[in-house]
């Protein structure tokens, strides 16, 4: 996929200072620049390299005053940086629209699929599932009976969705995640038996949320499980039975979240971290990676440790835990003087 300066420019709103006929096809680091490829300057430590790179069309601010020669033709806008993300989801959406029916691929005749799709070749899409415009399922997919996927979402390889699942719009889905299987529901009986309690909920995913690759959300047990408009997942993470998940939340990586807690909106929560089940957590709740939530969280706090506790009195306690030893040899040493004087006495 090529593109000319002039193109560029065109997309940013920019102008062009050199070739506008200058072509490239790929993007790089500016101190890496090769022929043909695209970068950016916004940061001022690195005007250096402008005058060295290789790279064929280089982004700057139009605040940016050259000082030397500048063999690369350059794209002129207001914020360089953000021209750049721009440009890269531009780029994104462009390699990413693919058009059309693989094959081979199976496709419920009862099944309403709407228009500009994309379907990969081997993925399956069972009884009265209803599929949005531009949706983009890519190979080895496969979606269960009675889904319901909202415009312009994709969904990567390797995905599986359990029957009675509801997709919003703008929705990404990465490769190799599941979306409703069973919870993790299971009954002792008079044998020490464990027997599996039948999960016949469903799992509802609003609008504008992005699931990360390998990532799990069950099934809830009556219900849904539900993860609101706007919520970011991670790789890697699990989402039990019931859960409920507030909008704009952010979760990291490697968490697990265990059933029927209630996380609230524009929560942050990083890598690692474990929450019990029945807990609720309020809105603006940080939560420091690897902590151990086990008791309901007010909302606007911020909570750090296994079990989770204030930020604010867990950087005392670490402090206090990292002398610990050095206390501990001025107690043994005032344990010895004391029984010194006691001997005199």
Do not use: W
Not at 22 to 33: A, P
Not at 177 to 192: L, Q, R
């Amino acid at each position: 996929m090529k593109f000319t300066a002039q193109q560029i420019a065109d997309i940013l709103e920019g102008e062009v200072q050199g070739n506008p006929d200058q072509e490239v096809s790929k993007l790089s680091k500016i101190e890496e620049g090769e022929k043909g490829s695209l970068s950016f300057l916004s940061n001022p430590k690195y005007n250096s390299f402008l005058y060295a790179t290789n790279a064929s069309i280089v982004i700057v601010n139009k605040s940016f005053k050259p000082e030397k020669e500048i063999n690369a033709t350059l794209v002129i806008v207001e914020d360089a940086y953000q021209s750049f993300s721009k440009l890269l989801e531009f780029y994104n959406k462009v390699k990413n629209n693919k058009i059309g029916r693989e094959t081979p691929h199976f496709i419920s005749k009862s099944a309403k699929i709407g228009n500009d799709e994309y379907l990969g070749a081997f993925c399956y899409i069972g009884d009265n599932v209803v599929i949005g415009n531009n949706v983009k399922i890519y190979p080895h997919v496969y979606i269960g009976d009675n889904t319901v996927i909202g415009d312009n979402t994709t969904i990567f390889s390797g995905v599986k969705i359990y029957s009675e699942t509801q997709i919003g719009k703008h929705c990404n889905i990465h490769a190799g995640s599941i979306i409703g299987a069973d919870g993790f529901g299971f009954a002792p009986n008079d044998k020490g038996e464990f027997t599996a309690i039948p999960q016949i909920g469903s799992v509802i995913i609003e609008d504008y949320v992005d699931i990360g690759s390998a990532s799990t959300i069950d099934r809830a047990t009556l219900g849904a499980t539900i993860i609101r408009k706007g919520v970011k997942l991670d790789n890697q993470i699990q989402i039990a039975h019931n859960v409920e998940i507030g909008k704009n939340t952010v979760i990291a990586a490697q968490t697990g979240v265990a059933g029927s807690s209630k996380i609230g909106d524009n929560c942050m929560i990083g890598g690692q971290v474990g929450i019990a089940g029945h807990i609720k957590i309020g809105n603006n709740v940080k939560i420091l990676a690897q902590a151990g939530i086990s008791k309901n969280i007010k909302e606007n706090t911020i909570v750090n440790g296994t079990p989770a506790f204030k930020v604010q009195d867990f950087n005392k306690s670490y402090a206090l835990f990292k002398s610990l030893p050095s206390i501990v040899l001025k107690i043994n040493q005032l344990e010895k003087e004391l029984k010194t004087q006691n001997k005199k006495q």
